[in-house]
């Protein structure tokens, strides 16, 4: 198991966990972030990681993306 933010570009995951406080953990999953759902990094760009989830292209910032456990 390793963050998000440290996936390679291209690769498509399960996500395994999401961490972080109560808060964090909900708007995460509102965004399509919960256990199970495939996900993919498109690109990082200064510290901003865009990832393909549930059809949709996201941008999180490297801090969510360390919260989210592949």
Do not use: C
């Not at 953990?25 to 510290?47: I, Q, T």
């Amino acid at each position: 198991m390793m963050p998000l933010a440290m996936a390679g570009k291209g690769q498509e995951m399960l996500i395994k966990k999401v961490g972080g406080k109560e808060e964090t953990r909900l708007f995460l999953e509102n965004l399509g972030f919960v256990p199970g759902s495939k996900v993919s990094v498109v690109s990082e760009v200064d510290g901003n990681v865009i990832i393909n989830v549930k059809e949709s292209r996201v941008a999180i910032g490297k801090e969510m993306a360390l919260k989210i456990m592949v």
